[in-house]
C-alpha cells in the first residue's frame, strides 16, 4: 500500500507552520512537537535556529500543493 502522505507546513502555525506541519505528517501533537524542537535546539548548541529557516523555504505550504 502506497501512502500518499507529504511533508508540508500547516495552516495551523506560530511561525512559519514547519512544526505544525511535520506534527501533521506523523499524526502527533503540534504543541508536543514545538516542545520537542525548542528542547532539542537548546540541547544542541542551537543548531536549530539555523535549521528552522532552511526547512522553512524547502517545505512548501499546503495550500500551493492543492492548487496542482
Given at each position: 500500500?502506497?501512502?500518499?502522505?507529504?511533508?508540508?507546513?500547516?495552516a495551523d502555525k506560530v511561525i512559519?507552520?514547519?512544526?505544525?506541519?511535520f506534527a501533521e505528517y506523523i499524526d502527533a501533537d503540534p504543541t508536543l512537537v514545538r516542545v520537542g524542537?525548542?528542547?532539542?535546539?537548546?540541547?544542541?548548541?542551537f543548531s536549530?535556529?539555523?535549521l528552522y529557516p532552511i526547512l522553512w523555504l524547502?517545505?512548501?505550504?499546503?495550500?500551493?500543493?492543492e492548487r496542482f
Open positions: 500500500m502506497s501512502s500518499n502522505k507529504r511533508l508540508t507546513r500547516s512559519g507552520g514547519v512544526c505544525g506541519g524542537y525548542a528542547v532539542l535546539t537548546f540541547f544542541t548548541a536549530g535556529i539555523l524547502i517545505i512548501p505550504e499546503k495550500n500551493r500543493l
